[in-house]
């Protein structure tokens, strides 16, 4: 990732501290959640999973590395999904319109918790109340082969479809 890119998803990871401070972390039943490890969730049915958008490798094309992505990936562009995982907020706020969503938890307000493969920017049609809990939300999906901010996926008209 070039250094102003990872400058600017600083900038806009910094309001997630605020939210992020001031909530516990509790996983609810049906999450793995064994004391002293991450929360893990599991593949529910008719939600893409997080190893279906894991099936993408990094190619280098005229010096940049760019994402390479699988038939099932490519197929999900411009289609209907759902995706479950923990909310990132973008946005200063309780509400938001424009989030990250994540494999993992975030567990440093400045970082992200995975790799491009395991977040999806979420832009909503509604703002959805930030959670540390997980959440699945319903959009139409765009798959990014060339985002100058280094994301993969985005999911667009996006709805709160439920909490887990």
Known sequence: ?????????????????????????????????????????????????????????????????????????????????????????????????HFLISLVPQSCSFCLPAGPEGVVEVKSKTPVKYTLEPIIVSGKMEIMKDDPMGLYYRMNNATLASNK
């Open 1 to 97: 990732m070039r250094p102003v890119t990872s400058i600017l998803l600083l900038a806009l990871l910094a309001p997630a501290f605020a939210l992020a401070q001031s909530q516990q972390h509790v996983a609810p039943p049906g999450v793995g959640n064994t004391p002293g490890q991450m929360p893990v969730l599991y593949d529910i049915q008719g939600v893409t999973s997080w190893s279906t958008l894991a099936k993408v490798k990094q190619v280098k094309v005229k010096n940049r590395i760019l994402p390479e992505f699988s038939k099932d990936i490519a197929a999900l562009n411009n289609q209907e999904i759902k995706v479950q995982g923990f909310m990132m907020p973008l946005e200063p706020g309780e509400k938001q319109k």
